[in-house]
């Protein structure tokens, strides 16, 4: 849904909230910088892929200086300082996707682009097809307004995208290195859709993947900051608030339904983690929204 919309001959923003909770695409743009134009450096909370259309200009990433011109990528990546500026003589224009979600990052990491920050195109048409279906996306946004039918097709762009950029760019790296990838998102989608299966715990999904539990752990908490055991806790409290919240469900009920058989230990491992009792769940939101 539309919130913002700036037009005019140099820049185009669109704000938006489209997507699902593994993929939303938050913004959408198209800019023609002026000579030496830079954006301040600041923390983010989301991607944002830019394509550049024509021009030049430099991206500073770790210290380091990058020049890039037309048909070259760069990604703002969540929660680090980065800086881009329009060349003097020939600025660069370009297109750009604000991306954020739980998978988004993992899409990125099957390119080069997640760890260098930018990709520079062997020539202008190698990354064409990318910047065409950007640009289509930008342009969509900025015509309608929309939902259904419309947004299943902007999405499936982005999706489309990711792709390009994987195909175009992939990662360097050994095979062993994609597959530790593969295994850490093999074991959290099991988690995220099989959290209600009281007998799922981190030695099943070890066993259901072939792999010893101790190495599964540590790949797992390289790619997502706590171990599985700790994701699985988060994934069913998350449920059950949810459920609390948004039904007339009984606690034993929401118990069994997160995976928990003795709906005691389900409350105290519910407390343990919040800081108030399945019970409390109504009287706790009604009091944060006053």
């Not at 380091?64 to 060349?87: C, I, P, R, V």
């Not at 015509?143 to 947004?151: H, M, Q, W």
Request: aromatic share 14%.
């Amino acid at each position: 849904m539309l919130n913002k919309k700036i037009e005019g001959s140099r820049l185009v923003y669109y704000e938006l909230h489209q997507g699902s909770v593994d993929l939303m695409m938050d913004f959408c743009g198209y800019e023609k910088c002026s000579p030496k134009y830079g954006f301040v450096p600041a923390i983010r909370d989301n991607y944002v892929l830019h394509y550049i259309e024509e021009g030049k200009g430099q991206f500073i990433y770790n210290g380091k200086t990058y020049h890039l011109q037309a048909g070259d990528l760069f990604l703002l990546k969540e929660n680090e300082l980065l800086y881009y500026e329009a060349d003097i003589n020939e600025p660069w224009s370009y297109y750009w996707l604000g991306l954020s979600g739980t998978k988004v990052a993992d899409y990125f990491k099957l390119s080069t682009l997640m760890q260098e920050g930018y990709a520079i195109a062997k020539d202008f048409e190698a990354t064409q097809l990318i910047g065409e279906t950007i640009k289509f996306i930008v342009t969509q946004n900025i015509t309608k307004d929309y939902y259904s039918i419309e947004t299943l097709q902007i999405l499936s762009k982005i999706y489309e995208v990711l792709y390009l950029i994987a195909h175009q760019f992939p990662l360097k790296e050994a095979s062993k290195q994609k597959s530790t990838h593969q295994l850490y998102f093999e074991a959290r989608t099991i988690m995220d859709k099989q959290y209600g299966n009281e007998t799922l715990n981190v030695n099943y999904i070890a066993e259901l993947l072939g792999v010893n539990r101790s190495y599964l752990s540590t790949i797992f908490k390289e790619h997502e900051q706590m171990t599985p055991k700790d994701y699985l806790t988060k994934v069913r409290m998350n449920r059950a608030k949810q459920l609390l919240e948004s039904s007339d469900l009984t606690v034993k009920i929401v118990a069994l339904s997160v995976g928990y058989t003795d709906p005691l230990y389900f409350s105290k491992s519910f407390k343990k983690y919040y800081g108030y009792n399945p019970s409390e769940v109504e009287k706790v939101t009604q009091n944060t929204e006053i």
